[in-house]
């Protein structure tokens, strides 16, 4: 059958709900309950579960900063020093490495962090940082008299 | 995987034995410092959702030191879930119950709510004396040094370091010492 004229001038209409709807299905695959088949639920949870998704990216990076904090307590506390003396140490002493490089040499190159916890002990110990005192003497034999003040 | 690999491996992830002489020790300061033990805060490798966590044996609990009027004060709540089935102990009664219920209330209070804190809670062992078991003592390789400093008391002098103690006077002979 042919239709001339108006039919043809009818607005061409949107993509077929089915694969609307099967876009969406596909992210509530692993729902529990109604949440996965239910159509109604399922425009409610997956805009849900989307904006979840943008606050945990940004709350994951928050997570593995405090996780690196707490690795790399543990191992200057192995040594008899502190974290907040540590971190002022190595800043003084313009070594500028981040959590993530000083939680892995922690853990894979022990004897490096033990050196790096020496030399910012040293290194507070001779600026006369707040607190330093509290942890007894410095270790013996660093060389830190070359460190330009920053 | 190397000889050294390995012997290196079984020494980041094998359980330790730690060992805390709770004498005269304060259990709210202590609390925190065991359960770092025993959730495996003290290891570079700790994540939380791996069990790396250690043994703690911890000795002469009887002899622990709540501060200032804490053994009156302190009261620690049981409900048997019943109606009317609250009580209220206070800490010198649940010490002279049970010499080591004061010391595991801490440790359990120091550690958050998560489901691991029971089983954290297993690798705890309290001893009221120094008297433990040699299967648990023959593990035990590293001791916790104590927060507080335990001073010598009189008896822990020799007769011979007392008499050389510097003395201001001699009593005289027909002086008699109550």
Known sequence: MVFPGMALLQRAKGPDSFWKKRRLFRLTAHFRGRNRNVWTLVLRNVKRALVRATKGRIERKKDMHDLRVTRITAAVEEHGFTQPLFADGLNRSRVYLDTKVLADLSIWEPRTFKALTHLAWSKTFKDRVEGVDEQGTPPANVAIKDLKDS | MTALGR????????????????????????????????????????HPM?????????????????????????????????????????AWELHDKDPTMV????????????????YNMLRLHLFADERVPDEIMQNVTNQIKPLRYVPPSLYDYSEEEIEKFPKIVDYPHDYVIR
């Open chain 2, 103 to 118: 010391m595991k209330k801490a440790v359990y209070i120091a550690m958050d709510g998560t489901l691991q804190r029971r």
């Open chain 2, 50 to 90: 791996s069990e790396c966590g250690d043994h703690v044996v911890v000795i002469n609990t009887k002899d622990i030191a709540l501060p200032g009027d804490e053994w009156r004060l302190r009261v620690y709540f049981h409900h048997t879930g019943y109606p009317g089935g609250a009580s209220w102990t206070k």
């Open chain 2, 7 to 46: 012997v290196k491996q079984w020494n980041t992830f094998a359980r330790t034995w730690h060992l805390f002489d709770a004498k005269w020790q304060n259990p709210i300061e202590s609390g925190p410092t065991v359960a770092k033990y025993l959730q495996g805060l003290h290891k570079p490798i700790f």
